[in-house]
C-alpha cells in the first residue's frame, strides 16, 4: 500500500544474472538424481511462459495452482514470474468447496492442478466461471505438458515493473474467510534482497528445501534467495527427518518450521558429526521454544537463526548471521523495514510494519485492507510483541489469541513457555475458554513426554510460584498431540471450539 521505494532488481534480472555469470550451475537437484542448471531453468520456464500464453493468459492474468510439490511446479512459477502472469498458489489439502471458494473470489485465467484436486466438481464449478483448468501431476505429466509439447515459439518477456502483481497468496486464516494477499515484483525483490544480504547467501550455497511450496515460506523465502543469489538446492518432495538427516552433508543452508527442529533432536543420530557442512539453520513461521533452541544448541553446536515474516509483509526481522541469536526472539528489523509497536500497555503492543516488503492490499476487499492499515502506511500485522533493551523484537502471539481473565491480559505463549520448562512436559497450547465469572478461563492443553507421570494438579502446583495468579491455568487437559497446519503452527481455534463448553 505504500511502497514508494523503487523495486531494488525485477525478479527476472536474478535469472538473467545467474545464466550470465555461469549457465552451467546447479540450480537445483533432487535425492532421486534429477538435476537441473540454470540454463535449464530458462529453457524450460521459456517454454511454460509461452505454453502459458498460447492458453490465454495475459500479463495480470491469476494462474491459480493447486499440486504437490515438484521441480515442475518451480519451473511453473519461474514461468508466471517470466510472462507477468500473477501466481496464485494453493494448498492441495484445500476441499473441493474451499478451492471453489478461492477461484469464485480471484477469477484465475487458469486453474493447475493435480488430477486429485482437479475433481468433476471443481471442473464444473471452474467452467462455470469461464476459468481453463489443465492438470500437472508430481511425475511432470498431465495437460500442461501437453500444451507445452505443441508450443513451438517463446515470445519475448514483457516489460515488468515493481508494482505489477506477482503473486495472489490467500493467507491460512483460522477464522473467516482467507483473503487473497497482493504481492508486487518490488515486494519480492525488496523481501528477497534483504534476505541475501541478512543470511549471507552466495552462489556457493546449497538450500536443502523441503518446506512446502503453497505458502511463502518455501516458495518465495526459500526459492526467491537461492535464484536471486544463483545457489543451488537440494529439493526434497517432503519433509522427512529420517531422509533429510541423510541429505544434510550435502547442503550448506537448511530453512526450516520449528518442526523441522524438533523432529531432528527427536532422532538420536542427530549430532555435531551431521552437521559439518552447515552454515546456517534458519527457522520461521512459527515460535521457536527457548528451549528448542538452547537443546539444539547444545546437540550440534548450532544456535538457530529465528527469523519472524507473514504472508502480508514477506520478512520483517531477523536474528543476525554475525551477531547474538536470542533464543525466543526473531531479531532485529531488516534493513528498510519499519517496526513500530502500537499502544504498548506494559511493554507489549500491536506489531506494525512499513516498507516496500508490504503488500498491497486485499484482493476484492478494500474494507478488510483499509482496516488493516494506519493513516500513515503502517500495517497493523495482528501479531502482539515487544522490543527488549538491545531492540531486538519479541512476538508474543496472535492478537485473536490473546486470553482476558478477569480484566487482565495474559499472554499466552508466556504460559506456554512456564509449562514447557516443567518436567515431563513435551509441549503445550494455551487458549482462553469461555468463563461465566472470568470472561475468559485460562487453560492449558498439554502433551506429556513419553512415561511422564502428571496431572492436573501437579501442573497447577508447579506453575504457582512462577507465574501470577491471574495467569495460572484454571484446569489442564492433556492430548496427544496438538492440532497443527501444514506450516507447523497449532490450530488454536480448533482447540477453543473443541473445549468451548469446559467451564458449562
Ligand atoms: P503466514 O502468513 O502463514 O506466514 O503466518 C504469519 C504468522 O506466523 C505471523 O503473523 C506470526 O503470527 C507467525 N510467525 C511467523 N514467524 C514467527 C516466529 N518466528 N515466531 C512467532 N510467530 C511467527
Known amino acids: ?40 531453468l530458462e529453457s524450460a520456464t521459456r517454454r511454460i511462459a509461452a505454453a502459458l500464453r498460447g492458453l490465454g493468459v495475459v500479463k495480470g492474468d491469476r494462474v491459480a495452482v493447486a499440486v504437490e510439490k515438484s521441480v515442475e511446479a518451480v519451473f511453473l512459477y519461474v514461468a508466471c514470474l517470466r ?13 473441493t468447496a474451499e ?146 538427516l541423510r541429505l544434510l552433508p550435502q547442503a550448506s543452508v537448511l530453512m526450516g518450521v520449528p518442526t523441522f527442529y524438533t523432529r531432528l533432536l527427536s532422532r538420536p543420530e542427530f549430532t555435531r558429526e551431521s552437521v559439518t557442512s552447515i552454515r546456517v539453520f534458519i527457522c520461521g513461521s512459527a515460535p521457536l521454544l527457548p528451549e528448542t533452541h538452547r537443546e539444539f544448541s547444545a546437540r550440534c553446536g548450532h544456535a538457530i ?15 543476525p548471521l554475525h551477531g547474538e541469536r536470542k533464543p525466543g526472539s526473531v531479531g532485529l528489523p531488516l534493513p528498510g523495514v519499519e517496526v513500530r509497536i502500537s499502544d504498548p500497555g506494559g511493554g ?9 516488503n508490504v503488500f498491497q492490499g486485499y484482493w476484492n476487499a478494500p474494507e478488510k485492507t483499509a482496516a488493516d492499515f494506519r493513516p500513515d502506511g503502517f500495517f497493523v500485522t495482528g501479531d502482539l510483541g515487544y522490543f527488549d533493551a538491545q531492540g531486538y523484537l519479541h512476538v508474543a502471539g496472535r492478537a485473536k ?68 495468579k491471574f495467569k495460572l491455568p484454571k484446569r489442564v487437559l492433556f492430548i496427544d498431540e496438538l492440532p497443527r497446519n501444514a506450516m507447523g503452527k497449532v490450530r488454536k481455534q480448533a482447540l477453543r471450539s473443541a473445549h468451548a463448553r469446559l467451564y458449562g
Not at 15 to 32: D, I, M
Not at 83 to 94: C, D, F, I, S, W
Not at 188 to 195: A, E, I, K, V
Not at 217 to 243: P, Q, Y
Request: proline letters at 4%; glycine letters at 10%; a negative charge.
Open 83 to 95: 510472462m507477468g502472469a500473477v501466481y496464485m498458489p494453493l494448498n492441495t489439502a484445500y476441499t
Open 305 to 319: 537463526l529465528e527469523r519472524y515474516g507473514m504472508t502480508e509483509t514477506m520478512i520483517i526481522a531477523s536474528n
Open 99 to 244: 478451492l471453489e471458494y478461492f477461484l469464485s473470489d480471484a477469477q484465475p485465467r487458469l486453474f493447475i492442478a493435480g488430477a486429485a484436486q482437479a475433481d468433476a466438481g471443481l471442473r464444473g464449478a471452474a467452467a462455470r466461471g469461464g476459468i481453463r483448468v489443465l492438470t500437472l501431476e508430481a511425475d511432470g505429466s498431465g495437460s500442461l505438458s501437453e500444451s507445452l509439447a505443441r508450443c513451438e515459439n517463446p515470445a519475448p518477456d514483457p516489460d515488468h515493473r515493481g508494482d505489477d502483481l506477482a503473486a495472489l497468496v490467500y493467507t491460512s486464516g483460522t477464522t473467516g474467510r482467507s483473503k487473497g494477499a497482493m504481492l508486487t515484483r518490488a515486494n519480492l525483490s525488496f523481501g528477497t534482497q534483504r534476505l541475501v544480504e541478512a543470511w549471507g547467501f552466495t552462489a556457493d550455497d546449497v538450500l536443502l528445501h523441503a518446506l512446502p511450496l503453497f505458502h511463502v515460506h518455501g516458495l518465495f523465502m526459500a526459492l526467491n534467495t537461492v535464484l536471486a543469489s544463483g545457489a543451488s538446492m537440494l529439493f526434497m518432495a517432503r519433509f522427512d527427518a529420517v531422509e533429510l
Open 348 to 356: 507489549i503492543g500491536m506489531i506494525e510494519v512499513r516498507g516496500t
Open 401 to 468: 489469541d490473546l486470553i482476558i481473565s478477569g480484566g487482565f491480559n495474559v499472554y499466552p505463549l508466556e504460559v506456554e513457555e512456564a509449562i514447557d520448562a516443567l518436567p515431563g512436559v513435551m509441549e503445550s497450547a494455551v487458549i482462553g475458554l469461555p468463563h461465566a465469572d472470568f470472561g475468559e478461563g485460562v487453560t492449558a492443553i498439554i502433551v506429556a513426554a513419553p512415561g511422564a507421570s502428571l496431572s492436573e494438579r501437579s501442573v497447577i502446583e508447579a506453575l504457582k510460584g512462577r507465574l501470577a
Open 1 to 40: 500500500m505504500h511502497n514508494e521505494t523503487v523495486c531494488d532488481q525485477d525478479p527476472m534480472q536474478w535469472l538473467e544474472r545467474a545464466l550470465l555469470s555461469s549457465p552451467q550451475r546447479s540450480f537445483l537437484h533432487t535425492p532421486a538424481g534429477r538435476s537441473v542448471r540454470y540454463e535449464e
